[in-house]
């Protein structure tokens, strides 16, 4: 508790290349603040763990001035506040990009400001997945507790499960599906897309 971030990466304005870390099988506890920070870096986590941070477990933010990025292969995130997007630099041009891959968070995904991309392409999302401005985020792939029809990909499709979870299957796993379905009945049932759903907003564009 005397440590305020448990790892804490910056770069600078004035560094003439963005700083480039991979943290692997790391595990990050009990801090006054968060476990991670990315502060207009560039990180990777693979298989990390964080609980008991108190402002919650990664924060991705570029408000030193140059872009940030971040990706996460696996891992579990514990916290209330799993992975928070904060960009208020975007007026200055600075941007957030960001690929979730894997892994379970148990609290939630936000975002707060513009200029952030991210993708979810797979992993377990028990808390909501959230940001003021929907194009922030785009769901290609995994498992939600809570709705997410407005971060829908367009290519995507959404079921539930017998547990009432909305699985979120990319064009691959979605024909899979089907084909599974037809063969041995299924336990997921068809979610229907929100009139307003980012999926269906794309597919009206000409």
Same mark, same amino acid.
Not at 104 to 120: C, E
């Given at each position: 508790?005397?440590?305020?971030?448990?790892?804490?990466?910056?770069?600078?304005?004035? =560094?003439?290349?963005?700083?480039?870390?991979?943290?692997?099988?790391? $595990?990050?506890?009990?801090?006054?603040?968060?476990?991670?920070?990315?502060?207009?870096?560039?990180?990777?986590? $693979?298989?990390?763990? $964080?609980?008991?941070?108190?402002? +919650?477990?990664?924060?991705?933010?570029?408000?030193?001035?140059?872009?940030?990025?971040?990706?996460?292969?696996?891992?579990?995130?514990?916290?209330?506040?799993?992975?928070?997007?904060?960009?208020?630099?975007?007026?200055?041009?600075?941007?957030?990009?960001?690929?979730?891959?894997?892994?379970?968070?148990?609290?939630?995904?936000?975002?707060?400001?513009?200029?952030? =991309?991210?993708?979810?392409?797979? +992993?377990?999302?028990?808390?909501?997945?959230?940001?003021?401005?929907?194009?922030?985020?785009?769901?290609?792939? +995994? $498992?939600?507790?809570?709705?997410?029809?407005?971060?829908?990909? @367009?290519?995507?499709?959404?079921? @539930?499960?017998?547990?009432?979870?909305?699985?979120?299957?990319?064009?691959?796993?979605?024909?899979?599906?089907?084909?599974?379905?037809?063969?041995?009945?299924?336990?997921?049932?068809?979610?229907?897309?929100? +009139?307003?759903?980012?999926?269906?907003?794309?597919?009206?564009?000409?």
């Amino acid at each position: 508790k005397n440590v305020k971030h448990g790892i804490n990466i910056f770069t600078s304005p004035s =560094d003439e290349e963005q700083v480039k870390v991979e943290l692997n099988g790391v $595990t990050v506890r009990d801090c006054n603040g968060y476990g991670v920070v990315n502060n207009a870096s560039d990180l990777t986590v $693979t298989d990390i763990e $964080t609980s008991g941070n108190e402002w +919650g477990g990664i924060n991705v933010d570029p408000k030193a001035g140059n872009n940030a990025s971040f990706t996460m292969n696996s891992g579990k995130i514990t916290e209330s506040n799993s992975v928070y997007f904060e960009n208020t630099n975007s007026e200055a041009g600075a941007s957030v990009e960001a690929a979730i891959k894997d892994g379970i968070f148990k609290g939630s995904v936000a975002v707060n400001g513009n200029n952030t =991309d991210v993708t979810i392409s797979g +992993g377990t999302f028990e808390g909501k997945v959230m940001a003021a401005d929907k194009e922030s985020i785009n769901i290609v792939s +995994g $498992t939600f507790t809570n709705d997410v029809n407005d971060y829908l990909d @367009k290519d995507s499709n959404i079921v @539930k499960d017998k547990d009432g979870n909305y699985v979120v299957m990319d064009e691959e796993e979605y024909e899979d599906y089907l084909d599974d379905k037809k063969s041995h009945g299924s336990s997921y049932e068809l979610e229907e897309k929100n +009139g307003g759903s980012k999926k269906d907003e794309k597919e009206e564009e000409p």
